[in-house]
């Protein structure tokens, strides 16, 4: 199991999932706000800081990281979203591997997801596979619709989506709250129960 690093041009390198093992494991319990305005709290997540990964085991081998300000993150299952690096290697975001003492399941992004609190839940890539380095901002194809991609979604600013009112997208996404809900409980029933 392995992360691709790509970049405009240069070859792409890879880390090995296990070769995170040599980084030391961070612990950290957060909130997570899912942009359709549901929130689970206290959550306890356990892998490695990003910006330990950069700085240790990309930089050093991946020659299209080196003027990367702008990144696309790509996943086993087709989702693809975007952050700014400078978002990547703040001091709470993590590539996790595990959730409330339990290796992380499937539903929930295994074998290694993206943790950033700061921002909405559709940034915090499950299944994580490939980390595309650019030096700006690049077009590419979101998961869903363009709206609902905003480039940096901080959930302290609301940034819900791209050129709709946040207000606006509250009252749009509201009334699927019960059907998300529901699917995180069920996933979170079945871990329960692995
Ligand atoms: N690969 C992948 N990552 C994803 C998604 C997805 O569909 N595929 N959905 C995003 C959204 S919208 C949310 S709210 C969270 C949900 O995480 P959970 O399933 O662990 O609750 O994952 C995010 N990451
Ligand atoms: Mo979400």
Redesign the pocket.
Known sequence: MALEVRGEGAASCTVGVPELESIPRREQSSD?H???TWT?VGLRWSGWLFADVWRQLILPRCASAADCNFVVLK???G?VTSLLLADLLHGDVLLADRLDGRPLDV???APL?LIAPKH???K????LSAIECHRARVPYRA?GFAFMDHPRARVAEEERGRGIPAVLLRSIYRPLVGS?IRR?AH?LTKQAGT
């Open positions: 997570f899912c942009v359709t689970a996943a086993r299952d989702y539903a929930h992004g997801r909405y839940g559709y915090n890539v499950k299944h998961a998300t995180f996933a």
